[in-house]
């Protein structure tokens, strides 16, 4: 597999266009009426919202069955934070603005309190970067700058910073939690998982390419490296290490909890930032995964330097697995995979998070469903990459099963036991981050996300012009949206300056008897379409464009080696 068809399958979150598949166990879906499901997520998301802002807020999360608030991972008022972009991409721009409003008046990290420098960074850090990103969208007047600068992008820096003291380690991978005011405490075990290592370049690689400090991406690159470094001789990595002696505590190696989004950030942060090498680790760790974990399309956890199964269980968390192997083209095995994680769920309604494999049955003690999002995660990815109705007829009954289950007055309960369903009072903040607004893009096939690069916006920087909003969006493990073409505005090299410019002006010589779209946005607020684009390096030339059902910035279904991704565009080699 190589790596530009790794990069152009999220890139292009049309993806791969496979023949539709025969009748089938999928087959009952083709009639399944799409539009109603997609606003029967809209009412679950504005349930669950509505009465976290009635009851909640300003908690962390919902407690759905008492009717109140709880702090659980910094008092940051997660649920709204994390609930931010999914607002946008259910089109309520009214709220979104009102709750960015909200954020820059009443957040403050500067409080004496313990936080996950993991879930900071995912939730926090990745909300208001993808927030800050979209905003020119949700219409909100930018300043100046923009998207190089703005009060939510200073906001996501400055609650990176109270993370970095976690990095001043001898081997260069982070302690798991830190002290927002006073760093990390003097009695902080040394011990993290791998996950909260290796789970920070979407994040901190963004910021330093917006904010042009290169502290972040490289603190996150040293720990990804460590990681790699102090892998066992047969490619694979355990579930906890001493991030002070790099020694291995817990040995099981497997692709679920306390791994998963490393294995993860490895191939979306080869994407974002078109790494090679952050890719062929990955392809490396993925040769040793089917090697010594892979069992009739099932993985298991093995003991990293022998290879021996430890725990023949299915995690929940696993079910991102598919979504990933999509993403490097790996559609087939992705499929099997999934459909295997999709039989677990018709049998109870919900993933357990522990499944054992071979007694086909919970685990105890491990029964419950968190409404968690991987499978749903996977079902979107792979819908938009095969069509497959089985995958629609995973989200009907993924919306089923948790308005029958988990639906209660004040929102919707984490299912303590799959078996009974038993509730737990307690809604994740995930649950509006992913769970819903993964939902809501496998029913929505013409949202904005998932643009095929055929419609963008032109915004001038400080360093040149710019191409914003054309899709290949890249989710952060909270499934917070990341713009990768935004990592380039805010060169500060003069010879990168002009880069976008530069591919524009070499395909619009080369098409220039072509028609095109093209949108272009001002440096204060949304534009409207124009006809001109201006050739900002050559003296602000002016060049005719006229609309057409045809764009240069198209998404076609061909062999993913004829196309070129460039700054999260897809271009044609043969044109």
Known sequence: MSLLRGLGSLLCLCALR???????????????????????????????YEHYLESAFPYDELRPLTCDGQDTWGSFSLTLIDALDTLLILGNVSEFQRVVT??????????????????????VVGGLLSAHLLSKKAGIEVEVGWPCSGPLLRMAEEAARKLLPAFQTPTGMPYGT???????????????????????????????????????????????????????????????????????VAQDAGIGAGVDSYFEYLVKGAILLQDEELMSMFLEYNKAIKNYTKFD????????????????????????????????????????????????????????????????????????????PELIESAMYLYRATRDPTLLELGRDAVESIEKISKVDCGFATIKDLRDHRLDNRMESFFLAETVKYLYLLFD?????????SVFDVVITPYGECVLNAGGYIFNTEAHPIDPAALH?????????????????????????????????????????TKDATDASSGGEKRTSKKSSHSLLSCPSQSFNSKLAVLGQVFLDNT
């Open 18 to 48: 496979l023949p539709g598949p025969p009748a089938g166990p999928g087959a009952a879906a083709r009639g399944l009426d799409v539009a109603s499901y997609r606003e029967r997520v809209r009412a679950m998301f504005y349930h669950a």
């Open 178 to 248: 830190v002290n927002l005011l006073h760093g990390v405490n003097p009695g902080e075990t040394p011990v993290t998982c791998t996950a909260g290592i290796g789970t920070f370049i979407v994040e901190f690689a963004t910021l330093s390419h917006l904010t042009g400090d290169p502290v972040f991406e490289d603190v996150a690159r040293k720990a990804l490296k460590a990681l790699w470094k102090n892998r066992s001789d047969i490619g694979l990595v355990g579930n906890h290490i001493d991030v002070v002696t790099a020694k291995w």
């Open 445 to 453: 096939p013409d949202n904005f996300i998932h643009n095929d690069g």
């Open 297 to 372: 399309d099932w993985y298991l956890w093995v003991q990293m330097y022998k290879g021996t199964v430890s725990m023949p269980v299915f995690q929940s968390l696993e079910a991102y697995w598919p979504g990933l192997q999509s993403l490097i083209g790996d559609v087939d095995n992705a499929m099997r995979t999934f459909l295997n994680y999709y039989t677990v769920w018709k049998q109870f309604g919900g993933l357990p998070e522990f499944y054992n494999i071979p007694q086909g049955y919970t685990v105890d003690k491990r029964e419950g469903y968190p409404l968690r």
């Open 102 to 123: 909200v954020l820059q008046e009443g957040l403050d990290f500067d409080i004496d309190v313990n936080a996950s420098v993991f879930e900071t960074n995912i939730r």
């Open 489 to 529: 505005c805010c060169r500060k090299r003069k010879e990168e300056q002009w880069e976008v410019e530069d591919l524009m002006r070499e395909f619009y010589s080369l098409k220039k008897n072509k028609k095109f779209t093209l949108k272009r946005a001002s440096e204060h607020g949304e534009g409207e379409s």
